[in-house]
């Protein structure tokens, strides 16, 4: 029971070592050559190759989204070019079978963009390029991947792990995952210095900060994308600056030049093991011991359970700790028109509900105003004006309290007219 327990603890090490050996792209330091140049597939392939690169690899969809935004011609960017099309490094070894496809480190495809949206799709020619084209007057852009005749001659683009080379050309563009905000990628473009732009995208699962360095200048047929995981540090760049390597064989054969002499990597492993099985079966165990000389290969419980705790706390992660619970922690912006669209409306609406509330106190505010300020006229008119400009017609003489027979005084009102044509009133009482 104990060497079982020993055997699986063993093979999730081996797992999770083979795991982190090999780790995403989007975890690795790149450099994008984009030549603008028209060459067949394989005329491509050798340039690549000619300056230690590969022909440019999208591994998921993340990857797709990137590059149909940094390529994009509808964004004004330098060097983007209406009605472009990129070979890439998909392509069938064998051209009469064209589901089998492969990349150029030949390693089977395990991510095709026509899988998801076109799942019918089959590639009529053994060699695939991404299609980022532009319809004048239909406003209509077509992003996809499609097989063509290797003989067309298209722009392409060269992969090369950063950490491989001595020292980097140039940096014409730089991409920088994972940024907080606009705002972090407009700093970190003002850091980088003047003359450059930024725009801040989203990808499918993450974000990415693009930085163009505007006032640069090259007359080189050529442009390079910088790619970092976060913000890049030590980066040396070759001084003098170099050049690529342009030259090529003219190839324009209609299928592509199988290099890849061997299988596959999955192919390499499963023959390795069906190997080693036949051996194992055939060939007698040379190193056997009898059980009589062997001592000292129990384990103590203790033991055991302290080596599978060691093994637990070394292996286990602290799940705050992890990018996908801190990216849950962070409000990512959407500048798609519908989610903008709809937010806005919200606003509006709140706006208008709390301005009807507001309106209707302020009509209630302005007519208690209005009802005070006629009450105060009114009664500064039964008080009698003005003194200066008023003077009372009513002249009163001294009330002459004659008692009535009911014990109350009784009032008397005399008018007599006055010089100037007015009524005087006498009061007696």
Known sequence: MYQAVLRCITIVVGTISMSTSLPEWS???FVFTVYDVNQTWNEA??????NGQLLLSMEDR?????????????????????GLRYWMDVHARDPNNR????????????????????????????CALF??????FKASVYKYWIGQPCPEKHYFVCIKLMDELPCVQSCDESVYMRPQSDAECQALCGNLGS?????YLTLDDFTVCHIIKSSVVSTDPYYNICYFPDLYAGLTFCNPKGSYNLSYTPNDQAFVTDLCAEPDTTQRITTTIEETTKQQTTQPNLCECPCSIVT????????LVEKINRL???????????????RSKISVADHRVSATSIGSMGVVILSIVLGSICLMDLTRVKCDKINKKCFKRKTKRISGGNEKNDTPDIMLKKLASTPTQSGTNQVKLASTPTQSGTNQVDLYQ
Do not use: F
């Open 27 to 29: 975890n690795q330091r």
């Open 45 to 50: 392939r050798e340039i690549c190759r000619n």
């Open 62 to 82: 993340n990857a797709w989204s990137l590059w149909k935004l940094l390529l994009i011609p509808t964004e004004s960017l330098p060097r983007r070019h209406h």
């Open 99 to 126: 589901t089998e496809l492969y990349h150029d480190n030949c390693s089977r495809v395990t991510y095709l963009e026509w899988e998801v949206n076109r799942p019918a799709y089959v590639m009529d020619y053994p």
């Open 131 to 136: 299609d980022v084209y532009w319809v004048p």
């Open 195 to 199: 003359g450059c732009s930024h725009r």
């Open 296 to 303: 000292n290969l129990t384990v103590s419980d203790v033991t």
């Open 312 to 326: 637990k706390k070394e292996l286990s992660v602290n799940k705050k700790n992890t990018s996908a619970h801190r």
